[in-house]
């Protein structure tokens, strides 16, 4: 039996306390979406996430995805949760209420979403992909394609998957070489192989929808010569039943370190029949929003790692014992005190449970400007949100998955050796953690994305809007403890900024070598200000009545500011090190190399 429990008081704290939902709602024009609407919709979600996913987390990992003659057969129990899952309309949550959809905003989504991902990563990644499908032919596709195809995605009846990879090009799409013939009818022929396709296939749905990357043939080199495909497994028949088998096939299951419930599949195209969404060569830019979602979605996978092993470690050194407090024994009755009396033990469990808290916040955060995009009747407040929204996505991305892969790791950590044997979990954890800082654009991407598109490439307006942002809020939280850390923190990486851009007029290379340790800078400072966000609640909270859980935030606001913040010291310190010693070896010498 899975002991994983929704962390329904801390998302309600972030939403109703903290970010203030229910007027983000009204401001909107959402007058049917409040508080009681969605704790209720949390509760149930949290019910489905602790009965019928998290008790196959374990079973789902230990017996894998099989490639049998008539396709993907994902662990036992899947599908039948997956039933249960559309029976309960969970897929059609923030759809739109012209196909089928609930019309929910995004954030609700996240909300439900966050939970379904941390009770079972693997199962939640079948249907996780649909809603990036739904999406991009949303707002992509002709309205044929809509009618045709966002019903069926909508109730669950199909599910969706993003192809781009291929063997030889992922991060780097320009050398992407699936082929699609046009058929003279309005269709095309797509030929080629993609390999590391989340839920390629699988039997948990009678149809699956693959968006895919192809090159038309007379398509100009590179990323400007890449269009958008709709390819169905099943053709659908004009009136949405299925017609013909189409021809694309997993070829084979990739054998992988976690996540093993969840099909990684090499897909091959045999001149699939295909339908194109957008502009023929404006592809990738109509991926932008299948792969934008994708990112906050991965983003959140850092919630769920850092989330497990809290609620593994915590309960653990809880009740473990082990030798004795240095201040002197602490409980004489027994042979040894339990591991919470030890300082290190004590910063793991503070360092995980900050990470944790802190991306739900700023997870939180994000997903208001995803709603103020799609709701907002203010073009400029769309505008400034879409601003904020590119510039914090990428921060989320790669710090989140870097923080709740060390949160994974600690977890194992707490537990001693334990950890490191299956029948904990923590291990688990740590081997499904691992590709969240790979797939949707390694954090290496990412810190490119963000700082030579986002931030170099609008001339630092982005940064600007950012920082003044966390500056007008700072002025209204108007506390003077946390304030004062926050924007010495926030200043020293404008400065930054600033030195980076002036050496890399110089060589870019100054750019390339800095830019992980400024996305983990920024990353550092968001979560800052989402702990101060917190625990002003708290301050304020705890001045009317003493209560654990608003103690719990302070204390965890006080160590993430004294014991985690000043990372960006070091990171500051990386950076103003320059490219120099990382850049001198000659390609030559490293391709001469052997051992
Ligand atoms: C389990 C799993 C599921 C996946 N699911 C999907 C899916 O559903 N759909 C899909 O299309 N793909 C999927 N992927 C593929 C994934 O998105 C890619 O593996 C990822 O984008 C990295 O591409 P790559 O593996 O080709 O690495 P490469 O692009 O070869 O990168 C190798 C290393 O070089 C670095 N690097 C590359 N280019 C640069 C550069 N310009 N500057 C600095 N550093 C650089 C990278 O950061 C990385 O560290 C999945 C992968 C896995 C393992």
């Keep these: 039996m899975s002991n994983y429990k929704a962390p329904v008081r801390d998302i309600q704290f972030v939403r109703n306390e903290v970010l203030d939902f229910d007027t983000h709602y009204r401001g909107l024009g959402l007058h049917d979406v409040n508080a009681e609407l969605c704790d209720a919709i949390l509760l149930e979600a949290a019910k489905f996430a602790e009965n019928e996913l998290a008790p196959l987390n374990r079973s789902g990992d230990e017996e894998g995805c099989q490639l049998t003659a008539n396709g993907v057969q994902a662990p036992k129990g899947f599908k039948a949760a997956y039933e249960k899952y559309c029976e309960g309309g969970w897929p059609s949550l923030s759809a739109p209420e012209e196909f089928g959809g609930q019309g929910l905003p995004g954030s609700v989504d996240m909300m439900v ?44 009846a199909w599910t969706g998957t993003m192809c781009l990879t291929e063997p030889q090009c992922g991060s780097d799409l320009s050398f992407l070489r699936t082929k699609a013939e046009p058929q003279g009818d309005g269709s095309y022929r797509v030929t080629g192989t993609k390999i590391f396709i989340s839920s390629g296939d699988h039997d948990l749905a009678e149809n699956i929808v693959h968006i895919v990357l192809a090159r038309l043939p007379d398509a100009p080199a590179g990323t400007k010569g890449i269009s958008l495909f709709i390819v169905p497994k099943y053709s659908p028949n004009d009136d949405g039943s299925l017609g013909e088998r189409n021809a694309v096939n997993c070829g084979a299951l990739e054998h992988k370190m976690g996540i093993h419930g969840n099909a990684t599949c090499v897909m091959n195209f045999d001149g699939a029949k295909a339908f194109l969404i957008g502009e023929e060569n404006r592809g990738l830019a109509c991926m932008f929003t299948f792969m934008n979602g994708a990112r906050v979605g991965t983003a959140v996978q850092g919630i769920t790692h850092a989330e497990l092993a809290l609620q593994g470690a915590w309960r653990y050194a809880s009740e473990r014992e082990a030798g004795r407090a240095l201040t002197g024994i602490k409980s004489p009755d027994r042979p040894a005190d339990l591991l919470i009396v030890h300082p290190d033990v004590r910063r793991m469990l503070l360092t995980i449970r900050a990470f944790a808290e802190g991306n739900r916040a700023l997870a939180h955060f994000l997903i208001k400007y995803i709603d103020v995009s799609a709701y907002s009747k203010d073009p400029d407040l769309v505008a400034k949100g879409d601003k904020m929204l590119a510039m914090l996505t990428p921060i989320a991305k790669g710090f989140m998955t870097e923080n709740g892969l060390e949160a994974a790791n600690l ?47 609008s001339g630092g307006e982005l940064l600007n809007l950012l920082a003044g942002e966390i500056k007008a809020s700072l002025a209204d939280l108007n506390d003077d403890e946390f304030t004062p850390v926050l924007l010495k923190a926030l200043a020293e990486w404008q400065v930054i900024t600033a030195e980076v851009g002036a050496a890399c007029a110089d060589d870019v290379n100054e750019l390339g070598s800095a830019a992980v340790d400024y996305l983990m800078m920024g990353g550092y400072i968001a979560l800052a200000w989402m702990w101060t966000k917190m625990a002003v609640v708290a301050k304020q909270k705890l001045s009317e009545k003493e209560d654990s859980f608003y103690r719990c935030k302070l204390a965890t606001a006080r160590f993430y500011f004294q014991k985690i913040l000043p990372r960006t010291l070091t990171h500051a310190a990386l950076i103003r090190a320059g490219a120099e010693s990382v850049m001198s070896l000659t390609d030559d010498d490293i391709l001469s190399y052997q051992q």
């Design 113 to 156: 979403g966050e939970l379904m991902g941390q009770a079972n990563q693997s199962w939640s990644m079948y249907p996780g992909l649909s809603g990036g499908a739904r999406a991009t032919i949303y707002a992509h596709g002709t309205d044929e394609q809509k009618a045709l195809y966002l019903p069926k995605l909508i109730e669950g």
């Design 411 to 457: 977890g194992m950590q707490v537990f001693g050796g334990h950890g490191y044997i299956r029948e904990w979990g923590m291990e688990q954890n740590v081997r499904d953690a691992r590709i969240s800082t790979l797939y949707e654009g390694t954090t290496g991407i990412q810190s490119l994305d963000l700082l030579a598109r986002k931030v170099m490439g």
